[in-house]
């Protein structure tokens, strides 16, 4: 004998034999059943009604740094080729430092440019 063959499957789903619905049960709670839509119909219409929108204050937007994609006013759009040993060694240095690989590109450029 099989061990497997009493067993159920994982997805099966046993099946449930209802029993076939009375009639005259049916038929008692057809008035019952329309008071209840005509109750239910009326808390939508309820519902439905508009309410008072409220009030909407300017808020002032608060001043955030440039967005990864939007070119700043007043920057350029640099493209540079880099091993990519160094642009990881680059990206930790900007997340330890809380900064952004941009603002320290620009701040290694300022020093070489002062120097030379």
């Known amino acids: 004998m099989d061990d497997m063959e009493n067993q159920m499957g994982l997805f099966e789903i046993p099946k449930i034999n209802k029993p ?5 049960a049916a038929e ?10 005509k109750a239910q119909n009326q808390v939508v219409k309820k519902q439905r009604q508009p309410v008072a929108k409220p009030v909407k204050r300017a ?15 007043g920057d350029v759009r640099l493209t ?5 040993d ?3 060694k680059l990206k930790i240095a900007a997340a330890h430092r809380r900064t952004t690989i941009g603002e320290m590109i ?8 002062a120097d030379h």
């Open 59 to 73: 808020v002032k937007a608060p001043t955030v740094k440039a967005v990864s994609g939007l070119v700043p006013e």
């Open 106 to 113: 620009e701040e290694l450029i300022d020093r070489y440019v």
């Open 20 to 24: 076939a619905p009375v009639k005259k």
């Open 80 to 84: 540079a080729n880099i091993r990519q």
């Open 86 to 88: 160094l642009h990881l």
């Open 28 to 37: 008692k709670a057809a008035p019952v059943r329309k008071a209840i839509e």
